[in-house]
C-alpha cells in the first residue's frame, strides 16, 4: 500500500512543481513598466526641484541654441574648433531632452511610472548621446593638438572634409555601438520588483530588475566599454599631454598663455564630463553611497550640458566678440523697426 501512495505523491508534486514554474513564466512578464524614485520622496521638494531643473532646462537649451545659432550665422566661426563645438551644442540639446523633460513632468505629476518600452529608449538614447560626446570630445582635443603641436600643417590637415568625416565617424559610431546594446537589451525579461532607484533608466538598475541570464550583456558591456569610453579617453589624454608638453616650451609667457587659452575652455568640459563619469561609475555600488551617485549623476546628466555654454561663451574670446555683433545686429534692427 505504501507504493500507491508514493507514486501518487511523486506525481502531486510534479504537477504542482509544473504549475509553479507556469506561474512563474506568466509573472515574468507582468512587469510592464518601472517606478523610477528619483532624487527624494518628500513632497515639500518636488516644486521647488521642479522650479530648480525647469531654470536649468531653459538656460541649457538657450545657451546651446544660442551658441548653434552664433556658429552658423557669423563668418569668423566657420573653423574646425567651432563647427565641433556646434555638433557639441546640438548633442547637448538632444542629450538633457533624454532627460529633463521627464523628470519634469514627474516632479510636476508625482507619476514616477515609466514602461519598459520607454524606459529603454530612454537608455538608448542615453548610451548613444553619451558615447558620442566622448568621441566627439576626443575630435575637438585632435583638433586643439593639432592647432598647437602642427600648426604649420594646421590647415591643410584639419580641413573640411576631415572635420566632417571626424563628425560623422563619432555620430555613427556612438549610434551603431549603442544600438547593438539595445538589441542584447531587448531579450531581457523583467519581473518581480519593479521599483528603480534612480532618477533615469541606466543599464546597472535595469539589470538588477531582469530575471534573465544578464551574464551575456554584462560581457557585451565590457567589451564596448573600450571603444566607447576608454579609446576617447586615451586620445583625449594623449592630445592634451602632447599640448601641455609643446605649450612649456614655448619662450615667452605671452606666447604660453595665448597657445593655453585656445583649448582652455574644452579642458574644462573634458575635466567635468570625465571626472564625474568616472566618480559615478568607480563609486562603490553601497546602500550608504546611493545618495552620492545621484548627485553625481545630475552632475553629467543635468549640469555638463548646462556648463558647456555658459564655459565656452565666458572664456572664449571670439565667441563672446560674435555675440556682441549679433545683440548689435538686433538693436539696429529694432530700432530701424521703431
Request: net charge neutral; with cysteine; aromatic share 12%.
Amino acid at each position: 500500500m505504501v507504493q500507491p501512495n508514493i507514486s501518487m505523491f511523486i506525481t502531486f508534486h510534479d504537477h504542482r512543481m509544473q504549475l509553479m514554474e507556469k506561474g512563474d513564466a506568466e509573472n515574468q512578464t507582468d512587469v510592464t513598466e518601472f517606478i523610477l524614485l528619483g532624487l527624494g520622496d518628500l513632497p515639500e521638494l518636488q516644486i521647488p526641484l521642479f522650479l530648480v531643473f525647469l531654470v536649468i532646462y531653459i538656460v541649457t537649451m538657450a545657451g546651446n541654441f544660442l551658441i548653434i545659432a552664433l556658429v552658423v550665422t557669423d563668418q569668423h566661426l566657420h573653423t574646425p574648433m567651432y563647427f565641433f563645438l556646434g555638433n557639441l551644442s546640438c548633442l547637448e540639446t538632444c542629450y538633457t531632452s533624454a532627460f529633463l523633460p521627464r523628470m519634469l513632468a514627474s516632479l510636476l505629476t508625482g507619476d514616477r511610472t515609466i514602461s519598459v518600452g520607454g524606459c529603454k529608449t530612454q537608455f538608448f538614447f542615453f548610451c548613444f548621446l553619451a558615447t558620442t560626446e566622448c568621441y566627439l570630445l576626443a575630435a575637438m582635443s585632435y583638433d586643439r593638438y593639432l592647432a598647437i603641436c602642427k600648426p604649420l600643417h594646421y590647415e591643410t590637415c584639419m580641413n573640411g572634409k576631415l572635420c566632417l568625416q571626424l563628425a560623422a565617424g563619432c555620430w555613427i559610431s556612438g549610434f551603431l555601438l549603442c544600438t547593438i546594446m539595445i538589441c542584447f537589451m531587448s531579450q531581457l525579461i523583467f519581473c518581480g520588483s519593479n521599483v528603480m532607484d534612480h532618477f533615469f533608466c541606466d543599464l546597472i538598475p535595469m539589470l538588477k530588475l531582469s530575471c534573465s541570464d544578464t551574464s551575456q550583456i554584462m560581457l557585451v558591456l565590457y567589451i564596448f566599454t573600450f571603444p566607447d569610453a576608454v579609446s576617447p579617453f586615451l586620445l583625449t589624454l594623449t592630445s592634451y599631454v602632447c599640448i601641455v608638453s609643446t605649450i612649456l616650451r614655448i619662450p615667452s609667457t605671452t606666447g604660453r598663455q595665448k597657445a593655453f587659452s585656445t583649448c582652455f575652455s574644452h579642458l574644462i568640459v573634458v575635466t567635468l564630463f570625465y571626472g564625474t563619469i568616472m566618480i559615478v561609475y568607480m563609486l562603490p555600488k553601497s546602500s550608504n553611497l546611493r545618495a552620492l551617485n545621484k548627485v553625481f549623476s545630475v552632475c553629467y546628466t543635468v549640469l555638463t550640458p548646462l556648463a558647456n555654454p555658459l564655459i565656452y561663451s565666458l572664456r572664449n574670446r571670439e565667441v563672446k566678440e560674435a555675440l556682441r555683433k549679433a545683440v548689435r545686429k538686433c538693436l539696429a534692427l529694432t530700432q530701424k523697426s521703431d
